[in-house]
């Protein structure tokens, strides 16, 4: 099996990620991964919404803070899945922007927070790179953090356990 074929095979894993953030976002907020960390998880300006894998019919996108949510919530209630977002991430209150699409379940950007003002000034050049880099470390650890958590629920037995059933109530607005 090529590589293309395991992430077609596999993209419902990543379409579920995706939904499962968005009804993190709106039902719980804040949730706590694996070393302790509390991440609080925003749903940001755009959303892109498409056919579960397998199934045909058309993608529903979402732009902008002033637009409703309603259309996507009724692809929702369609059986559509998230293939595309962009979210917000609170992690010991540094906060972070970033995209991802469940195809490859890969960053498409990454906003870090601003440098650390006149503290920067003291640490040169060197000690901003380093901040930097320790910044997008810590927003990648608190996407694998929710991508493990999710994976833990999602596979504890074979109908998903009582994550994906909340999910699926919330998606139908139940």
Do not use: C
């Not at 990620?17 to 991440?39: C, D, H, K, N």
């Not at 003291?122 to 000690?127: I, K, L, T, V």
Request: hydrophobic fraction near 45%; aromatic fraction near 6%; glycine fraction near 14%.
């Amino acid at each position: 099996m090529d590589v293309l074929e395991l992430l077609n095979e596999k993209m419902f894993l990543g379409q579920e990620f995706l939904t499962w953030l968005w009804y993190l976002s709106e039902e719980e907020g804040e949730v706590q991964i694996a070393g302790g960390r509390l991440v609080q998880v925003l749903l940001g300006d755009r959303l892109l919404l498409g056919p579960a894998m397998g199934q045909e019919g058309t993608r529903v996108a979402v732009r902008g803070r002033e637009v409703s949510l309603a259309e996507a919530r009724q692809a929702l209630k369609r059986g559509k899945l998230v293939e595309g977002l962009r979210l917000g991430l609170t992690v010991d209150g540094e906060e972070f922007w970033l995209s991802i699409n469940a195809r490859e379940l890969m960053l498409g950007s990454l906003r870090l927070p601003p440098a650390g003002g006149a503290q920067e000034q003291d640490q040169g050049r060197e000690g901003v790179i380093l901040e930097r880099l320790y910044l997008a470390e810590m927003a990648h650890r608190a996407l694998e953090g929710l991508f493990g958590l999710f994976l833990e629920g999602r596979l504890a037995d074979e109908r998903g356990g009582e994550l994906w059933e909340a999910v699926r109530a919330w998606a139908a607005g139940e």
